[in-house]
């Protein structure tokens, strides 16, 4: 955490007007709204417009290479929950992207382990399930990719219905960080994973 309560800013950088629509500016508007504040410049020479952000109260940044070329830089809120990240290309530290994570959203677990193929599907954290959707358990020699994918759609839609109902708003990235879960009728919390 900061331990210095000093608020967290950062710059992104847009390369040209053709690309602010692929930047981020609903990410951006979402971080106004929980309270992160911004200035704006552009250079004509370089025809580049700069975003200076800073973070609301409590924020900070993990960073971390990736493989890929870019820095990623995970925005994490009071509770070190990630929020959403700010992708730097690495070899061109002009060229960035921001993006605000869902709090809950349709989880596919793989297990390609052994002879057996698992593909749990479910809706929820990467630590609860709150929504069942299923698993799709096939003999490695015995599956078609059309065949799981199919399955595995099918078990998606099935979340995304239940969902809609339960977490109309789950799709809003500002929308259930500080509620508690609904579990649907007949269910309880069916998973939330040790540390």
């Given at each position: 955490?900061?331990?210095?309560?000093?608020?967290?800013?950062?710059?992104?950088?847009?390369?040209?007007?053709?690309?602010?629509?692929?930047?981020?500016?609903?990410?951006?508007?979402?971080?106004?709204?929980?309270?992160?504040?911004?200035?704006t410049s552009h250079y004509e020479k370089y025809n580049k417009h700069f975003?200076?952000?800073?973070?609301?109260?409590?924020?900070?940044?993990?960073?971390?290479?990736?493989?890929?070329?870019?820095?990623?830089?995970?925005?994490?809120?009071?509770?070190?929950?990630?929020?959403?990240?700010?992708?730097?290309?690495?070899?061109?530290?002009?060229?960035?992207?921001?993006?605000?994570?869902?709090?809950?959203g349709v989880v596919t677990e793989r297990n390609n382990s052994g002879e057996?193929?698992?593909?749990?599907?479910?809706?929820?954290?990467?630590?609860?399930?709150?929504?069942?959707?299923?698993?799709?358990?096939?003999?490695?020699?015995?599956?078609?990719?059309?065949?799981?994918?199919?399955?595995?759609?099918?078990?998606?839609?099935?979340?995304?219905?239940?969902?809609?109902?339960?977490?109309?708003?789950?799709?809003?990235?500002?929308?259930?960080?500080?509620?508690?879960?609904?579990?649907?009728?007949?269910?309880?919390?069916?998973?939330?994973?040790?540390?």
């Amino acid at each position: 955490m900061n331990e210095t309560n000093e608020r967290i800013k950062f710059t992104l950088v847009i390369k040209d007007n053709k690309n602010k629509e692929n930047f981020g500016f609903q990410a951006l508007n979402d971080l106004i709204a929980l309270g992160a504040t911004y200035e704006t410049s552009h250079y004509e020479k370089y025809n580049k417009h700069f975003i200076s952000i800073t973070l609301p109260e409590g924020y900070t940044l993990s960073e971390e290479e990736l493989t890929t070329g870019f820095k990623k830089r995970t925005i994490l809120d009071e509770n070190e929950n990630a929020r959403g990240c700010v992708l730097v290309k690495a070899s061109d530290l002009r060229v960035s992207n921001i993006c605000l994570y869902h709090k809950y959203g349709v989880v596919t677990e793989r297990n390609n382990s052994g002879e057996l193929n698992f593909n749990h599907v479910y809706f929820g954290t990467n630590d609860e399930v709150l929504i069942e959707g299923g698993v799709v358990a096939l003999n490695r020699r015995d599956y078609s990719t059309l065949y799981v994918e199919s399955k595995l759609a099918s078990l998606r839609e099935k979340c995304i219905k239940e969902a809609n109902e339960l977490y109309p708003d789950w799709e809003n990235p500002l929308a259930y960080w500080d509620e508690v879960p609904v579990i649907s009728e007949g269910n309880v919390l069916l998973r939330k994973k040790e540390d």
